[in-house]
């Protein structure tokens, strides 16, 4: 299947047991910000750069060159037309009839359709209904957490998608879990170096340029509490 950033994402919240290595809360919000990012990069929205777009300036608005296979990334993508990616971070957890829990299901639910992953139900405290995402094929994950611990040990400019997901694993603060082994201080300061830099999405700057980013994560947060027990 072709990666993304969300499905890259997904892949490394979870260990090999299955369990979240992040609290759901905090990682919906930051799968949002990812599925926003895919959908610009991937050409069903585009950021206008000048007056000749139908949009203002930094808005948002559909190519018509794609459609999203899923219907929530479908309907993420229609209800962004005409916002500033920052409009809509802020606002999709107020969304009537939009959950962004779903969202993340879905691409769940599409990584296990590709033999990425198996869900299994579970139950913690005994009785807690929840669902562990087991990988399938190792290799992917395995791929993507090697590439991201590239990003962070060498000098070498990683590619778009790599600085985007490594910008995006700073906002979870996972990378002790993740690499164990490495110096975290060394870590933070790469991620803030890549987060600086102009190598990763222009769409994800847009996203969270001046935007209080723990302000929205708590927003969001507190809306994906209530989903938990069918996470």
Do not use: N
Not at 52 to 79: C, K, M, N, Q, W
């Amino acid at each position: 299947m072709r990666r993304t950033i969300a499905t890259d994402l997904l892949l490394l919240a979870y260990d090999e047991k299955g369990d979240l290595v992040v609290d759901v809360t905090i990682l919906d919000p930051v799968v949002a910000v990812a599925c926003l990012v895919d959908l610009v990069e991937e050409g069903a929205l585009a950021l206008a750069t000048d007056a000749s777009a139908p949009v203002p300036i930094g808005h948002l608005y559909a190519t018509g060159e794609l459609r999203p296979e899923l219907p929530l990334l479908d309907e993420l993508a229609t209800r962004a037309e005409g916002c500033t990616p920052k409009e809509v971070v802020s606002k999709i957890g107020l969304w009537s009839g939009y959950s962004v829990s779903d969202l993340r299901r879905a691409l769940q639910d599409r990584l296990a359709a590709h033999g990425v992953v198996t869900r299994e139900d579970r139950r913690a405290l005994g009785f807690l209904r929840y669902h562990a995402w087991l990988p399938t094929d190792p290799t992917v994950g395995a791929a993507v957490k090697a590439e991201v611990r590239a990003a962070l040990t060498e000098s070498a400019r990683p590619a778009e998608h790599t600085v985007t997901l490594v910008s995006l694993l700073g906002l979870l603060t996972i990378t002790h879990r993740l690499f164990p082994d490495l110096d975290q201080a060394e870590v933070e300061a790469r991620i803030q170096e890549l987060q600086r830099s102009d190598w990763g999405s222009a769409a994800l700057r847009s996203a969270t340029e001046d935007a209080d980013m723990e302000a929205i994560m708590v927003v969001l947060g507190v809306l994906a509490i209530g989903a938990f027990v069918a996470s």
